[in-house]
Each structure stands twice: as structure tokens, then as C-alpha cells.
């Protein structure tokens, strides 16, 4: 009986192994244009029998002969079911697109996770984390006609972006927030600005951009604002992407334009300008010593000069290349990927004003200008990537180099120091700034085992920067017609200033290990992650100033040239021995910086039922930073070396409760810091023609923050958000930007300091809605729109304890004010058209509405009342066009509103105010038209 029963199962192996099958086939995007969709899960319905796609969309599942259910799903995507018939060894070939559809978020089966860009994947993604974290991708970017990052991130529910200032987050501005490139740290190209200006990025580099509005251990503890995350693009295809674009703003292009004669070459227009401009060799590298040119040096030191060429600006250009390829090694999910990318654009600015600030005593302007700024505007960027996926290896490689250029023309006309009849005096500045940025980047990540509970990543990242200003000269006199200007040899009214800021090495480093335990589904599981990160950042600084001196005896210590072209008769004027130059460089010429930041930290994630997630950690961060310089005195003194020492631990708790299946309540709270911006607490001085100059102050502390977030959240469906957030912060010793005037000279002076306390609460509202749920006549609209709202308020240091001499224009026992920098609204929204003409041409049309309120600007002292930085509207208009599958055209309309930019004086001085306007200044941008078009190959 044995024997025949163990034949009778022999024989039905047999039978079952002649029965096997195969289905294959390949996966594509439907809302990607059909291309191959990567990650996505194939499985038999009711079995564990499955597959994942590979890079090419290609799967492959073994099955016994017969019918069979097969899912196909990814995330954010609408699943399908096909019912499918193989017979014994038959390879069924199933091609397959999947789209968002209009699936809900509760039918989405999760199995595996990709760096998808998509609206809806990345919604589900904000679903699912436990932190409070958004992002937007480069295909929702496309589509609101954004070109660089900054713009992009402005779409984010409270952030603004303000011209030259960058980004305000929740009402606070760039000193309070955080920039990570591929989860690694990097430094700012502009030790004016506390991360890199992300205007200069353009979209094409960038696949996501993550935005941390709380806090997690594994990110820098300076943070108050936001840390934002930007991942470079990565290869996910073979193709070659071209684009042009052309644009014209109103009162900026085709009109009278001035640029200087040495930035007038091929090399200059696409910003890589020749060293003709830097500093002459006679004091380039010597100390100084109030050198005293000779004829002969005065007359061949410098390679640049002072006249300028008038014409009408051209259109703005852009144009790119981006080339990606893929190929598979060995077996199907070992792939390597390389992208490589080029991209330019620029652009013709003009901006006209009043320019002033007022005379503390006398209640009236000290300076009443009116500015016409001409200037032209280069970003170049290059970035190649190099990625290799196996089935537990991951390694990206990227190095990108940034170029950037502003060349200046600046006019102003008025009065200065108080001399109200003297309204025609006029200074010319002529500058360039370049800034260089290269950074390169390994990262890898590894699953230590195949079941993915245990996995390591690391990194490291090296940084090179340089922002200078090699050529910044400039004149003042007296204007004596559109042509002519008198110009006396002395009192610094002919001068060159030589700025350097090199930033010799920033390298930053990252390892962590992570053990998913607890749970059968990696998905569901808890997890305990252990890493470090930290930076190590150097940079130097020169400033040398050069001024014109009349020569002793001479037969004439003045002269009337021509506004324009100077030049020759300086040079006759050098030539006759009437005037030469100086150099007028003080002892603290040059400045030192080091800071070496390590931290550890330690992260649990825990999940309690299907209800309940929790993360808590805590972060320990410490800081040495040093400072060497020399006060003014003697270039002969030793340095003086300002070090600091710090520890600071960071603990934080995040936590996420699922009311139901499509909503859910979070809570944060953390301690973070705030550092200075590099210019904010550096030794340097940044000074005007005008008299006006920007200050460090050494003794400016790092802020300590406690943050809290509350926030309810619904996603209706995959494509849909109502989110309210409630916010608060303290943050000890406050850095906020004031201004005062300067005990010798009386110009302005803008500097920073440390207030005592800061309490802030706020709340932000966002929604996202299909419009076809009111009319089915509007079910190609959508409509989204987020709301920031924030208070504040400022506690003073009063007299007896306050840690600066600066006096605040506050007269209370307990003074308080809002907080510098803190917009009180921020609103962002934006309505959406889909449609489709055709088989072949598919359209989208955004208009995307922004604006900020009232928020003070500097601080105000001497019994004068703040600066205010006025209300903003923008209005945008975004035509997007996808002809066939190679051709996009884009047409936008920028600034439609054109409202005026200002910064006005409030009106609670302490001292009467003389003037009956208090505007400081003031201009506007003009309404901007682009056209952009793009193949596909």
C-alpha cells in the first residue's frame, strides 16, 4: 500500500511539473507618456507567487497551467486585475499601463518603494510618513511652468520667496533654514545668505524636493524654518532632452540698457569673464601699507576701467541639454545609469527707485536717492550622475558645477549726508560678482540582508566655493548734465574695491544603520536606526580698497569727464600727474573661518497596531567653530582668535495617529538651534559708495528653538488634501537684522544682533480639490491653495541686562515688538485646466497666485521706528503644451500684477520725522512673458 501511494504522488510531481508556464511581459506609465515603469508589483491573486518590474518594466512569473487572476499595482497608481489563460509550457506575453486613475489612496498596495516625481505618489508618500514633510517633483514643477527650485519650492504651503533674499518659511526668513543635497550637507556659495541661493538650480538637475517642517535627529540641528532636501535627477531612461526658451519682461528688456565696456565680450555673456579684472599685481599680494601708486603703476595696474556701453537690452535666453542612458548588467536587476546635463540661462534687469534712509537727530533724510540699477544675470550649471542597482546594492555618484555672474550698473542721483540743496550729486558703480560652486557627491546604500531588516547607508560629500567681487569700482560728483560729471581727486570719490570670499574646502559625511524588527511586512515593521553626520568648513576672506589721491602740487585736483566714458581723461589726468591711487586697506583686510560640526543620533520608530505611529530620538551635536581676524590697529598685530565650544543635545518625537484610512493626526516636538549666517557673526564689512555698509558682529550667539507641531490631515482621494496645521516656537537669544548709523562717517549701518526671547504660533490651512465634485462641468479643474498664518512677539534685552549697546526704539519696562523677518500671512494657490485637443496634443493651464504681508525688514535704533517690507502679490499665468511624444512647448506669464516693491520706515519714532515720505525704497519688477520649447529624442 506504501509502494502505491508513493507512486501515486511520484506520478502527480510529474504531472504538476509538465503543467508550468510563464507569464511575462512589460509595464508601462500611462501618465508618463507610456515609458517603462520601474518597481511596479506583479502577482497571482490569492498566492505569494509575484514579481517586481525591473528599470526596463519587464517581468517574468512561473505558474502552473490554467486561469489565473494577476494584479498589477504600484504606488499611487490605480491597481488592474486581468484574468489570464496559460496552457503547459506556454510563455504568455501580458503588456500592461498603469495610471493614477482614479484610484483612492486606501486601494493602493504598497510593495515596494521607487523616487518616483509624480503629484500622486508623492501624496501618498506625505500620507504614510510619520513627520511632517512635503515635497514636490519635477513633473508637478513642469507643469507650474517653474524653471529653478526656489521657484519651485514656493508651491509649498508657507513658503515665500522675496528677490535676492530667498526663501521665508512659516513667516521666518533664510537664516532659519537648512539645505541638504542627496541627505548630505552643503554649504552656501554666499556667505551672505545661509544656503545656497536655489534660483541658480535649474529643474532639469532635479528629480524630488523634500521639506522637513519638523524636526528629525537625522537632520542638522539647525533648523527652525525648514530643511530642505533636494535629490538630483537620476537616469530612469534612455532619451536626450533639448530646450530653448526666450523671454521679455516690461521695462526690463528691449530697453535702455548699461553694461560695463570689460563685460562685453563672448566670454562675459555666457559668465566666464578673463582676469583683466582682478586686483593689479602691485598690491595683489602684498599687505597692506597705504601704498602710494606711481605714474607708471597707476596708469598699467589695472586691466579694467570705468566706461560703460549704452544699447537695448536683448531678450532673456535659456537653453539645455540634458543626455540619459541605461543599460543592464548580468542579471536583469543589476543595471547601471548615467545622466549627464548642461544647462544656461540669463537675463537683463533693470530696477529704478528711491534709495534712502534717515538722519536719527534730525528727523530727515541723510540720503535721498534715486537708484537705477541696470543688471545682467548669468547661471550656467553642469551635472553628471553615475548610479548602479543590483538587487541589495545601490551607489549614485554625482558631481555638479555651478557658475554664476551679476554685472552692474548702478546710478544714483540726489543728496547725501544731509545736504538737501545739493541735489545733484551722482555715484556710478560698475561691479562684477562671480560665484563658483563644485560639489561631488558618493552615496551607497546596502542591504545587509536579503529581507531587507537590516541596511547601511553612507556618504560623503566635497565642496569648493568662491564668491568674488573682483572688480567693484566706483565714482562720485557732481552730475552737470546727461553727459558730464565733476569729479574732485579726493575724499574717496574715485575708488576699487577688491571683495574675495574663498571658501577652501567644505566636506561633510554620513553613515547610518538601520534594523526593521517586530513585524512579518517590512512595511508594517518598527525600526531602530544609529547614525552620524556631520561637516567640516574653512573659508577665507580679502577685502582690499583702493581710492584716488591728488598728487602733491598738482596743477588740478578736479575734472568734468564724461559720465560714460571717463577713461581717456583719467588716464590723460594720471598722465599729467594731477591724481593717482592709494591703497586704502585697513589692518582687518583679511579674515579667517573654521567649523567642525559632529553629530550622533539615535532614532526608534514604533508602531502600535495599525493605528498608532511613533518616532523619538535624540540628537547630539557638537559644535568648534574659530574666528581669526585682526580689529583695525596695525597690520603688524597678531590675529585674535575667537573660538567656541558647544554641545547640544536634540531630542525629538514625532507621532501620527490614523483617524481612519484616509486621514490622520500628528504631533511634533523638538529642540533645535540656529546658527548665524556666516556674514551675520564674521569680522568683515561690506561698504557702499553711498556710505552705507553692511556689518558682522562677532558676538552674535546661535538660537536655541523648541518647537511644536499639531496637525489633522484628510486625503480624500490620491490627487486630494485638506491639511490644518497648529505650530509654536520659543526661541532663546533671537538673531534679527537692525540698522543704525555710524559714529564717524553718519552712513547707515546694517547689522545683526541677539534679542532675548521669542514666542511664535501660527497655523497653516491646505487644500487640494477635484472641482468635478461641484460640477461635472469642471472636472478638468482643480484647485489648490495653502494658508500660513503667524504671530509673534519679541522680548528686548531692557538696559540693565542687555547684551549690546545698540539702543531698540522700544520706551516700555517690558518692550516687545514682532519678530524681524516673521511674515504674519503667507498665501500660495493655484487652479489648474487639463485637457486634451487631440490624440496628439494634451494642454495644461495653471494660474498660480502668491503673497506675503507686512514683516519687518531691520530693526530700528536710535529712537527711529522699523523697516518695514511691505505687502507683495504675484500673479503667474503657465500654458503647458505636450505635443505627441516629443515635443513640449511651454508660454508663461510672470508678475502680471507688477506690483511695487517697498520698504517703508514705520511710523512710531520716537523722534519727529520731518518728511512726509517714509519710504526707504522701492521698485518694480515688470511683468515677464517666457516661451520654452523642448524635443524629446
Known sequence: MKLNLSILFLLLSLCTFGQKATISGIISDKDLNNEPLAFANVVIKGTTNGATTDIDGKFAIETTAGTHIIVFSFLGYESKEITVTVAEGENKTINQTLGSGSVTLQDVVVK???????????????????????????????????????????????????????????????????????DLAVPSNNPFKKILPLDIFPTDIVSIIETYKTFNTNIYGDFAGGTFNIITANSGKSQTKVNFGAGYTTGNNLSKFLRSKDASSTSDFFGFSGNERDIPKVIGKSIPSNHIFTKE???????????????????????????????????????????????????????????????????????????????????????????????????????????????????????????????????????????????????????????????????????????????????????????????SYGGNSISRQYYDYDGKYHISGLAEYSWNFGKKEIEESNKLTVGYNGYINKMNSKF???????????????????????????????????????????????SKLFEFVNAGYLDIALKFGSKIDLNAGVRTEQTTKEIKYRPTGSFDDPYTVVTTEKLDFLPSINGKYKLTENSNIRLAASKTITRPVTMEAFPSEFVNPDGTLEQGNIKVENSDNYNVDLKYELFPTNKELVSVTAFSKIIQNPIERLFTQSAGSGGQIITYDNSKKAVLYGAELEAIFQLEKISNVLKNFSLGSNVSYLDSKVDIYLTKDKKTSIETIANDPNPSRKLQGASSWIINTDLKYESEFSKN??????????????????????????????????????????????????FSVDNILNPKYKIEMGDKSRVKINESDLTIKDYKKGVGFSFNLAYTF
Do not use: C
Request: hydrophobic share 30%; no cysteine; net charge positive.
Open 112 to 182: 515596494a518603494t521607487a523616487s518616483k516625481e509624480k503629484e500622486t505618489a508623492l501624496l501618498l508618500e506625505q500620507k504614510k510618513a510619520v513627520e511632517i514633510k512635503q515635497s514636490i517633483g519635477a513633473q508637478e514643477m513642469s507643469r507650474k511652468g517653474v524653471s529653478d527650485v526656489e521657484e519651485g519650492l514656493t508651491k509649498i504651503t508657507g513658503i515665500s520667496k522675496v528677490e535676492s533674499r530667498g526663501l521665508f518659511v512659516r513667516g521666518l526668513e533664510d537664516r532659519y533654514n537648512n539645505l541638504l543635497i542627496n
Open 297 to 487: 603703476e597707476a596708469i598699467n595696474g589695472f586691466g579694467s576701467g570705468f566706461d560703460v556701453e549704452e544699447d537695448k537690452s536683448p531678450l532673456n535666453t535659456s537653453f539645455g541639454v540634458t543626455h540619459t542612458q541605461k543599460f543592464n548588467i548580468g542579471e536583469k536587476q543589476n543595471s547601471f545609469q548615467y545622466l549627464l546635463s548642461a544647462n544656461f540661462d540669463n537675463k537683463y534687469q533693470v530696477r529704478e527707485g528711491v534709495d534712502r534712509f534717515f538722519e536719527t537727530q534730525l528727523g530727515v533724510y541723510d540720503n535721498n536717492l534715486y537708484t537705477t540699477k541696470y543688471k545682467y544675470i548669468t547661471n550656467s550649471s553642469l551635472l553628471g550622475a553615475l548610479n548602479f542597482k543590483s538587487k541589495r546594492l545601490n551607489v549614485t555618484s554625482n558631481t555638479f558645477f555651478l557658475n554664476s555672474t551679476e554685472n552692474t550698473i548702478q546710478d544714483q542721483l540726489g543728496f547725501v549726508n544731509t545736504q538737501s540743496t545739493q541735489t545733484d550729486t551722482f555715484i556710478r558703480l560698475n561691479e562684477l560678482q562671480q560665484t563658483k560652486y563644485l560639489n561631488t557627491q558618493l552615496f551607497a546604500k546596502y542591504k545587509l540582508t536579503s529581507n531587507e531588516r537590516h541596511n547601511v547607508k553612507a556618504g560623503v560629500s566635497y565642496t569648493k566655493t568662491n564668491m568674488e567681487l573682483p572688480d567693484r569700482k566706483s565714482f562720485r560728483g557732481s552730475k552737470i548734465d546727461e553727459e558730464k560729471t565733476a569729479i
Open 544 to 590: 582690499r580698497f583702493v581710492i584716488s589721491q591728488p598728487v602733491s602740487g598738482a596743477t588740478a585736483t578736479d575734472g568734468v569727464f564724461n559720465t560714460n566714458t571717463p577713461d581717456s581723461q583719467l588716464l590723460s589726468e594720471i598722465q599729467n600727474g594731477n591724481v593717482t591711487y592709494k591703497d586704502g586697506s585697513t589692518s582687518s583686510y583679511k
Open 841 to 890: 496634443w494634451k494642454n495644461t493651464m495653471t494660474l498660480v497666485y502668491n503673497r506675503y504681508s507686512k514683516r519687518i525688514y531691520a530693526v530700528g535704533t536710535n529712537k527711529l521706528d522699523h523697516y518695514y517690507e511691505m505687502p507683495f502679490d504675484k500673479l503667474d499665468f503657465v500654458w503647458g503644451n505636450k505635443l505627441g511624444e516629443k515635443w513640449e512647448v511651454k
